[in-house]
């Protein structure tokens, strides 16, 4: 599954986007998870993602990514705070499969 992270400056959700796929792949899935600032993000999200990823700091500009999703037809998810640290890996994952179980089939 490819998955586009947006935050602030694209620096901060490295360490979410490594705990997710460290968490993914315990699970034996296959994450790619590319972090992409929020200028960038408009023009990454139609480059064939199958989710996209939107970190707490920036859920102020939710819409806006959405609206830029839609265009996309990829789905959008904002993170829960507790998935967003080098530790929420795996509580990432669980947001993913229970907001997202459509992907999963």
């Not at 997710?20 to 699970?27: G, S, V, W």
């Not at 037809?73 to 080098?86: E, W």
């Amino acid at each position: 599954m490819k998955i586009l992270l947006v935050c602030a400056g694209g620096m901060s959700s490295a360490i979410a986007a490594k705990s997710l796929k460290e968490a993914a792949q315990k699970d034996g899935l296959d994450f790619e998870v590319n972090e992409i600032s929020t200028s960038a993000f408009s023009d990454e999200v139609g480059r064939e993602y199958d989710l996209a990823l939107v970190a707490p700091q920036v859920r102020h500009r939710f819409d806006t990514f959405k609206a830029d999703a839609d265009k996309a037809n990829v789905p959008i998810l904002l993170i829960a705070p507790k998935g967003y640290s080098p530790i929420g890996g795996k509580f990432l994952l669980e947001q993913i499969k229970k907001e997202a179980s459509d992907l999963f089939n």
